[in-house]
């Protein structure tokens, strides 16, 4: 297979059985999301198995182009599409000359980890990771322990779309058998908890549900499974430690067995959400920012990286003042804040998301969510006599909205916040809501702060046709509805290029 992929072919015909199907828009910034299953449902699949095989051979040979031994660690997650798509990537990176180490179910971290324990230079994950089930994707990488970022995934997009590969002999498959134990003998290495907890591991029937109980028990945890037997239906939600439905459940859990804390893992392991004692959630900012102060008394004057979606009480922390700690706002997106936490030689990188990004001697550098739920374990145990709900309360007082997500096509969203980038530049010194605007950091859309430490944020979402506008007021809850309704909104408005937007905050 040598020619440019289709853009458009129906199922269930002899075209879309011989000939490979990738739509363009499948490539995203930090990785690539398609919609795979097509018959029976309204929606046409964006992708076929040539169309998959195509792909691995984009990616064989882009890993040459970049100068990297053609060396590839892959693993799928728990969904009924996510193995034989594998295995269609692996014909393509076989066809463009890769050694293919297939490690079998995985989650997205044990592929990276893996990385590491192989000595393989390369990553390809198939995971859709809390996408709804019909949903497949893939995870990359080519510099341990990053993964790729916007010109990694442009580059590969031309390959692929304009059919510009190159095939090379030596493809060959290994597969590797008897990386679980390993991987999870990993993530418990050095841990020994001796503060006794109970603690609910939730994993939504995903992937997670056969690797976080063992990791937490090896932790020296007494665990509580929650929904960890594997349905590649997802029978109740998708795992997704970031949605209010897993997050409930997750608490009505907690409090029926009077657990210290409940982490949640989402579909392909990468993230943890978190519900304290009282059975309230933590979004991962402030998760972040308790660890932050935890581990700044450990280790003095480490750096620390957060998204631009995070909360503004990392710059006000006393905690993290007195430690001499310093804290950088950038890009949201797993990729970036991996990348920029790297560069940084920071310690730990945060995303609200709930991507935890440890590097040595916590971890490697890349997002994995037991490495997270074993720091937020080692932090309680560091405290005895302090309860996640305790810590929680010694954070400063912020009002922060949810994200809202108000619609605008992919190719109108980019030139929507370069307009809006631009006027709030232009605002730089005037007033909002009666308070000076002190910065405004354009890294990713526009984050305009106000002097009282107050801040809205408006970009354009990076994996669908949105925007993300989030708001934090230092003060209330009427004045951060008031900087939502009052100062954002009206200026979206302005845009008829942005749907009607009526959630209320």
């Not at 916007?150 to 990386?179: A, C, S, W, Y």
Request: include cysteine; aromatic fraction near 8%; hydrophobic fraction near 40%.
């Amino acid at each position: 297979m040598t020619y440019a992929p289709k853009q458009d072919l129906k199922p269930n015909t002899l075209e879309f059985e011989l000939l490979p199907l990738v739509k363009a828009t499948g490539f995203r910034e930090y990785d690539a999301r398609w919609w795979f299953n097509g018959i029976g449902h309204e929606k046409d699949p964006e992708l076929n198995l040539n169309g998959v095989q195509a792909l691995g051979l984009g990616m064989a040979t882009l890993f040459h182009e970049l100068g990297v031994e053609p060396r590839v660690t892959t693993g799928h997650d728990f969904r009924s599409i996510s193995q034989p798509i594998k295995n269609a990537l692996i014909l393509g990176l076989m066809q463009g000359g890769c050694e293919v180490f297939d490690i079998g179910l995985a989650l997205s971290p044990m592929v990276y980890w893996s990385q590491f324990e192989l000595d393989v230079p390369c990553c390809a994950m198939v995971t859709a990771s809390h996408n709804e089930n019909g949903w497949t994707g893939v995870k990359m990488g080519a510099d341990k322990p990053l993964t790729f970022g916007p010109d990694e995934m442009g580059r590969l997009k031309n390959i692929v779309l304009n059919g510009q590969f190159v095939t090379r002999p030596g493809g060959q498959h290994k597969i590797i058998d008897g990386l679980r134990d390993k991987y999870i003998a990993s993530t418990a290495e050095g841990v020994s908890i001796k503060r006794p907890l109970k603690v609910v591991a939730a994993c939504g029937n995903g992937t997670a549900g056969a690797f976080a109980p063992d990791a937490l028990r090896a932790m020296g945890v007494e665990v509580i499974e929650m929904d960890c037997n594997l349905d590649n239906t997802f029978p109740k939600y998708n795992p997704n430690p970031e949605d209010s439905e897993m997050l409930h459940a997750m608490a009505e859990v907690l409090q029926a067995h009077q657990a210290d804390v409940a982490l949640g893992f989402d579909g392909d392991g990468d993230r943890c959400g978190v519900v304290d004692n009282n059975g309230n959630e933590i979004f991962a900012d402030k998760i972040g920012l308790m660890l932050a102060r935890d581990l700044s008394r450990e280790y003095p004057n480490a750096k620390f990286v957060v998204d631009v979606k995070s909360t503004g009480l990392y710059k006000t922390d006393p905690v993290l003042k007195q430690n001499s700690a310093s804290v950088d706002y950038y890009k949201t997106g797993h990729s970036y804040i991996k990348r920029r936490t790297n560069d940084l030689n920071a310690l730990a990188g945060f995303e609200k998301s709930g991507h935890f990004f440890f590097r040595p001697p916590i971890g490697y550098g890349y997002d994995d969510g037991l490495i997270a739920a074993k720091a937020i374990l080692e932090m309680l145990d560091r405290n005895p006599g302090k309860s996640m709900s305790d810590l929680s309360d010694a954070l400063g007082t912020a009002f922060t909205s949810l994200t809202m997500s108000p619609h605008c096509a992919d190719e109108l969203k980019y030139d929507v916040i370069d307009r809006m980038v631009a006027e709030y530049e232009g605002l730089k010194g005037a007033e909002i809501l009666g308070r000076k605007i002190v910065d405004v950091n354009t890294v990713n859309g526009a984050r305009v702060t106000l002097e009282d430490g107050s801040w809205v944020l408006v970009r354009a979402s990076s994996n669908k046709p949105e925007l993300v506008v989030v708001v934090e007021s230092m003060t209330s809850e009427d004045d951060m509805r008031d900087l939502f309704h009052r100062e954002v909104k009206p200026r979206l408005g302005k845009h008829p290029e942005v749907g009607a937007y009526n959630q209320e905050i």
